[in-house]
């Protein structure tokens, strides 16, 4: 069973940056194409961006041009690298495959706050 640690989560002023980082186990993860998801307080969990397996990525309109997903196949991981973080970034982010289809881990807390 596929298990997902998520990381580098914390609190940036507005304009800073941070990388979040997912760890999955399992050698079948680089089949996938995989995602970051994000909740606010109150609201649904909204996909942000997703890797194919091959490399081919799409985002959020929200985050478009800010946000860039990657993965390392070998290591069993993806990234999510957020620049000119926004007030409304504010989140628990979340990676998963594209449809969620893993058991979700814990998340990582993103504050964006001055």
């Known amino acids: 069973q596929v298990q997902l640690v998520e990381s580098g989560g914390g609190l940036v002023q507005p304009g800073g940056s941070l990388i979040l980082s997912c760890a999955a186990s399992?050698?079948?993860?680089?089949?996938?194409?995989m995602a970051w998801y994000r909740q606010a307080p109150g609201k649904q969990r909204e996909l942000v961006a997703s890797i194919t397996s091959g490399g081919n990525t799409n985002y959020a309109d929200s985050v478009k041009g800010r946000f860039t997903i990657s993965r390392d196949n070998a290591k069993n991981m993806v990234y999510l690298q957020m620049n000119s973080l926004k007030p409304e970034d504010t989140a628990v982010y979340y990676c998963?495959?594209?449809?969620?289809?893993?058991?979700w881990g814990q998340g990582t807390q993103v504050t964006v706050s001055s």
């Open positions: 399992g050698s079948f993860f680089r089949g996938y194409a």
């Open positions: 998963n495959q594209q449809r969620g289809l893993f058991p």
